[in-house]
Nanobody
Framework: QVRLVQSGGGSVQAGGSLRLSCEPP????????MGWFRQAAGKAREAVAT???????RYSDSAKGRFTISEPYSDTPGILGMRNLKIEDTGVYYC?????????????????????WGQGTQVTVSS
């Protein structure tokens, strides 16, 4: 059983930065996809970024240029770095892991394809 434990998040003013982490460290399978998702109050969960074992990353349009996803390594967790945060970035952020295959090359992988999820962490951006 794979257990993902998240840390980080919190409250920040617009324009600030936060970092989220997701353990366990690097999976031992030959292929995997790690993703970060967020869910704002009253809205559907949306993909923010994904990264494959080869380090290839994809971002949503809203995250491009502001967020950085890092794949987990043997002794470090997966990371989502967020800078220049906006009020609309507020929500609960989840990390997820799909051990059955790499991320998609042409779009962000659907959340239904991920088998393992973190507990979620709140990010609140205020003006």
């Amino acid at each position: 059983q794979v257990r993902l434990v998240q840390s980080g998040g919190g409250s920040v003013q617009a324009g600030g930065s936060l970092r989220l982490s997701c353990e366990p460290p690097r999976p031992t399978t030959s292929r995997y996809c790690m993703g970060w998702f967020r869910q704002a109050a009253g809205k559907a969960r949306e993909a923010v970024a994904t990264v494959s074992k080869d380090g290839y990353a994809r971002y949503s349009d809203s995250a491009k240029g502001r967020f950085t996803i890092s794949e987990p390594y043997s002794d470090t967790p997966g990371i989502l770095g967020m800078r220049n945060l906006k009020i609309e970035d507020t929500g609960v952020y989840y990390c997820a892991l799909d051990l059955r295959g790499n991320c998609q090359a042409d779009s962000l992988k659907d959340s239904r394809q991920f088998q393992y999820w973190g507990q979620g962490t709140q990010v609140t951006v205020s003006s």
